[in-house]
């Protein structure tokens, strides 16, 4: 299974700002994920990311929300814009494996004030 | 109707129990099936990944699928403490989306 790393691991936001979550994967995969967990909530798609397209948004979330960068098939990054107190929640990026399963990295945990 | 249910818990059980952990879902075109181990503060861990139904076994863990009753289960036998987590099952029709449930709490105590 891919080794999946996130950048910031947490970190406490103001409202009105935005922050840069970033996803490193050891190796290259087509397809990257943005999913969301609000405290005492399951995994919500957010966002599938393919390298060299424009990303395709679940409903409900938006691009000038949630703009999303995939310069190249190890990296990806998920932009919270314009942060509000129901922003604060866990972010997670995954990959697939060699079938349909995925695997997640540790998490962005977020808390905006 | 959610998608996929699944019982929040806490489920709490001795140490050396059997643990079942299931979820029922109603979108009849789930074709795989995962189960995810969460512990606080962490990103969710594949524990088990089967494809339609059936059973499918790894150590102390096993998962079975029926379609048939649009249901799925997680079994954990001699649980122990450390296997304390959320555990996650999620679902998906082949378009690599996948839903999740709401997760059930375990504890394990010695």
């Known amino acids: 299974s891919a080794v999946i790393s996130q950048k910031p691991s947490r970190d406490i936001c103001q409202r009105g700002t935005s922050l840069t979550i970033q996803c490193q994967v050891d190796?290259?995969?087509?397809?990257m994920f943005w999913y969301r967990q609000q405290p005492g909530q399951s995994l919500t798609l957010i966002a599938t990311a393919n390298q060299g397209s424009e990303a395709t948004y679940e409903s409900g979330f938006v691009i000038d929300k949630f703009p999303i960068s995939r310069p190249n098939l190890t990296f990806s990054t998920l932009t919270v814009s314009n942060m509000s107190p129901e922003d604060s929640s866990i972010y997670l990026c995954?990959?697939?494996?060699?079938?349909?399963?995925?695997?997640f990295g540790p998490g962005t945990r977020l808390t905006v004030t | 109707q959610k998608e996929v249910e699944q019982d929040p818990g806490p489920l709490s059980v001795p140490e050396g129990a059997i643990v079942s952990l299931n979820c029922t879902y109603s979108n009849s075109a789930f074709q795989y099936f995962m189960w995810y181990r969460q512990y606080s503060r962490k990103g969710p861990e594949l524990l088990m990944y089967?494809?339609?139904?059936g059973n499918k076994e790894d150590g102390r863990f096993t998962a079975q699928v029926d379609k048939s009753s649009k249901y799925i289960s997680l079994f954990i036998r001699d649980s122990q403490p450390s296997d304390s987590a959320t555990y996650l099952c999620?679902?998906?029709?082949?378009?690599?989306?996948?839903?999740f449930g709401t997760g059930t709490r375990l504890l394990v105590s010695p």
């Open positions: 999620a679902m998906g029709t082949g378009f690599q989306k996948l839903v």
């Open positions: 089967t494809y339609s139904s």
């Open positions: 995954s990959v697939t494996g060699e079938g349909y399963e995925q695997y």
């Open positions: 190796s290259q995969v087509t397809m």
